[in-house]
């Protein structure tokens, strides 16, 4: 259901997926955004400008402090900060009240735990979108991906349908769901996969899987992943993911993955949100995950320039 009226949203981190969420939401309504460093001085000189799956311009306001923001009365707020970034930047957001709606948009597990901290209205988010964003500033969106939505805490459906409608008027497919965690425990498995692995060998996805020691390396990270997603409770099996996989790969074929990005700019990546993740959970339950282990031992060292 598209709603009648338009609703606000402010875009906490306007880095590649921030600021495609932000370019295709802006055709009908209030987007304002949060950066910081050189990217906000980008944005202020140059606006957004996204190229590929979308193709749009837009100046909007943009400032360091979500604080700064408290008067634009956000109806969302799309946290698409790094995942480790979330617990520092979630009390960033008590100045904006408990009128918006945090919505995460990001990689890894525990996003959504940490932005509900305090009672505070949540819904759960899946987005299946590749971007990069380029040296100029510009930003590469290679594939339009489909968003899932379910209801986390606190949010009201009328919230999580207004939601819904805004992102499926932006042109992105959107799904509701009953319970976020299985979409997040897939998104999460085909990052353990993808990510690193990419990042290692400096390829886009769509090289990924025409190697077939790298796609046997993809499938044993797979693996370990999947089983320790059913000792969590979560019912997943590798025939789907795969599935899931091949589909995206496809679908974002000329997308750098953000660890890609993360490794050649030489900040952080979000390898301990992720395969880290695995290893953390599957020591709790006593299953091995030596390929995911070794993948976040790999990213570690090219972190520290190794």
């Known amino acids: 259901m598209t709603p009648k009226e338009p609703l606000r949203f402010l875009v906490f981190g306007a880095g590649a997926i921030g600021s495609v969420f932000a370019a295709r939401l802006a055709v009908r309504h209030p987007v304002a955004v ?6 906000l001085g980008q944005i202020v000189r140059d606006g957004i400008r996204v190229e590929g799956a979308t193709e749009a311009a837009i100046r909007p306001p943009a400032a360091p402090l979500a604080r700064e923001f408290a008067d634009f009365r956000p109806d969302y707020v799309l946290v698409t900060v790094k995942a480790h970034s979330t617990r520092a930047a979630t009390p960033l957001l008590e100045p904006l009240g408990r009128r918006p709606v945090r919505v ?6 525990g996003n959504e735990e940490a932005l509900a901290a305090g009672g505070f209205p949540v819904v759960g988010a899946v987005s299946n979108n590749g971007a990069t964003l380029l040296d100029s500033g510009r930003v590469f969106h ?15 459906r009328e919230q999580l349908e207004g939601l819904a409608g805004c992102l499926t008027e932006a042109g992105f497919p959107v799904e509701r769901v009953p319970d976020i965690r299985k979409p997040l425990w897939d998104k999460t498995i085909l990052n353990v996969a993808v990510n690193p692995v990419t990042a290692l060998l400096g390829i ?5 899987l025409r190697d077939p020691g790298t796609e046997l ?3 044993m990270l797979v693996r370990e992943a999947v089983a320790v997603a059913g000792a969590e ?19 974002t074929a000329g997308n750098k993955t953000s660890m890609l990005q993360d490794l050649e700019r030489g900040v952080p990546t979000e390898v301990e949100a992720m395969n880290g993740i695995v290893v953390a959970r599957g020591t709790e339950h ?3 995950t030596p390929w995911n282990r070794l993948m976040l031992r790999l990213i570690r060292s090219r972190e520290r320039g190794g």
């Open 286 to 288: 006593g299953i091995a």
């Open 142 to 156: 290679a594939g339009l991906g489909e968003v899932i939505l379910s209801g986390f805490q606190a949010a009201s």
């Open 34 to 39: 949060v950066a910081r460093g050189a990217r």
């Open 204 to 208: 886009r996805t769509g090289a990924l």
């Open 104 to 109: 995460s948009l990001q990689n890894g597990l």
């Open 217 to 219: 390396l993809v499938r």
């Open 233 to 251: 409770g979560v019912a997943t099996s590798e025939t789907e993911v795969w599935e899931m996989i091949r589909r995206i790969v496809a679908r």
